[in-house]
């Protein structure tokens, strides 16, 4: 082979690495079942657009991703064991499911030099609009602090309880204290394609994946209470579920609780 046809290696940097272990744990571990969901989003994305303004005029500011931070966050309350860790012993056939108090969603963070990272948006189920709308603010100015080298580092070899010198930036915490895991690409990618899987982090059970909204024509109820057909908008989501743990009936309550937030979309005004 001539020199110039060789190829060359390149090792993974630690936010690769990072990111590949917890990956491969994910599909090692994890026999994943996932589901399609598609709600008609048209009359949620009318009543986002005025909320939104609603937010301008107040000086805050409110993005699409909050809101179905918040709608997750609610539907997780309706279904406790989405929101759960689980250790397996194979050995014994056994395993333990840890239910958790918080509602700690994982939200993959596009780096500024093109790399990602989950971070954690902490309690969400208690907060309101405005409070995760701040604590995503606080979270990018954590990111723009950050020494990821130094963060990096630290998540792989620091052990519970290790002190941790706060410096502004993210903490190991914020990359490792999530109990479930919302990823919405639509935020970052516009094409007409959707998740169709996506992996669980163990030890959590449940991943809920957010395409980008897509125009489409539908069958809808109009103002006359007649079915009619028009363009609509469509909110592709996959929801992915450890299935040593959960049968799809776990994720009725679930998807229950989103099925009432599109067809009553009002709601979000009192949240």
Excluded at 253 to 260: A, H, K
């Amino acid at each position: 082979m001539s020199e110039s046809a060789r190829s060359t290696g390149r090792s993974l940097d630690l936010q690769r690495r990072l990111v590949a272990y917890k990956t491969y744990a994910a599909w090692q571990e994890v026999p994943h079942v996932a589901y399609q969901y598609e709600p008609d989003a048209t009359d949620f994305w009318v009543e986002f657009q005025a909320l939104r303004n609603e937010f301008r005029g107040r000086g805050l500011s409110l993005s699409v991703n909050t809101i179905l931070l918040k709608a997750a966050a609610l539907a997780l309350a309706e279904a406790p064991i989405l929101n759960a860790s689980f250790a397996y012993e194979p050995e014994r056939q056994d395993g333990t499911i840890h239910f958790h108090d918080e509602i700690n969603l994982g939200v993959p963070w596009l780096l500024p030099d093109g790399g990602m990272i989950t971070l954690t948006v902490f309690d969400s189920g208690n907060q309101s609009l405005a409070e995760i709308s701040s604590q995503v603010e606080k979270i990018r100015k954590k990111v723009e602090r950050t020494d990821f080298q130094r963060l990096f580092r630290a998540t792989a070899l620091m052990k519970p309880g290790d002190p941790w010198e706060d410096d502004g930036g993210l903490s190991p915490m914020d990359i490792t204290g999530s109990t479930a895991t919302v990823s919405n690409i639509g935020s970052i990618c516009r094409s007409p394609g959707q998740f169709s899987l996506l992996e669980i982090l163990p030890p959590q059970v449940f991943a809920l994946g957010i395409s980008a909204m897509q125009e489409k024509p539908g069958v809808f109820v109009n103002e006359a209470g007649e079915k009619a057909l028009g363009i609509r908008k469509y909110l592709p989501m996959c929801l992915a579920f450890d299935h040593r743990v959960l049968d799809f009936s776990d994720l009725v309550p679930f998807l229950s609780r989103l099925d009432r937030l599109f067809q009553n979309p009002k709601e979000i005004h009192s949240w």
